[in-house]
């Protein structure tokens, strides 16, 4: 497990084995882990996303012991002709879920009376200027800033990778003047720079106080949302999200799909080809 992964895959990890513990032996055939899968679905405490997230890591799990202890592992089938081993244990079904984006009305809220401060107002204009995650939120400095953009400390687990991403000058001012020299995100009671589950925090009482459901990252997708439905390409808007696939920008397509049709009900060529009664000129 020492791959730089990121807290909260490491999180995710303790959390999956904590659901094998009680075994005596570790599972070795499919129907064990299948059980253990089972059981977890029929406890009705976990959605779908997280049987499937459970599923994920207990898969990366018997992978790992299988290279590095040579034990079974119950979730593959050798082949014996060297190709893609067969798999034993199917991924859960996950219905299709479209991010989830807030609405204009909802950003004021949040604004007033979620918040309490500038810093406060600050944290839910940032994400939604740049598209930022909450780990990236909580690790940025004051050396991160520029006129024009933010030099952004990639969290993902795939690499520490930085990015530039481009900045608003409205909130490029706003982060001149807030925390201290270094750190933009103060305690108001300490004074002392927020950690990430201090942000996290933060935002959950913002949240709370505007009677909005939600977080950081519902604005990090109403961002994206909105950045597109000005018309916005998919393929900066990758870039700006730090998404190293464009399938997972392309999700946000969905989102903007009516938009898309009635932009091209105004603007379609075919239209000076008919009759405003649909006939054929």
Known sequence: MARNVSPKTL???RWALRSIRHLVN???????????LAEASASGRLGTESIFTLWRRLRDFFEWTSSRYQIPNPFIR??????????LIAPPVRPEQLPKVLSPSQVRLLLYPGCRSKRDRLMVLLPLDTGLRL???????????????????????????MREVPLS?????ELLFVGDANHPWLSKHTGAPLTRWGVQLAYHRIFARANVHGGPHTLRHTFATMYLRAGGDVERLR???????LKTTMIYLHLVHDDL?????????IHQFYTTQGRLI
Do not use: C
């Open 135 to 161: 780990a990236e939120i909580a690790a940025l400095t004051k050396g991160d800033i520029a006129p024009d953009l933010l030099r952004v400390k990639s969290a993902t687990a795939k690499g520490r990778k």
């Open 11 to 13: 999180s995710n990890y």
């Open 239 to 245: 870039r700006i999200m730090g998404h190293s696939d």
């Open 261 to 269: 049709v009635e932009a091209h009900r105004a603007v379609s060529p």
């Open 78 to 87: 050798p082949n014996p002709w060297g190709s893609k081993p067969h798999l």
């Open 26 to 36: 570790l599972p070795s055939e499919p129907y064990e882990v299948e059980l253990v």
């Open 169 to 173: 000058k409205e909130i490029f001012q």
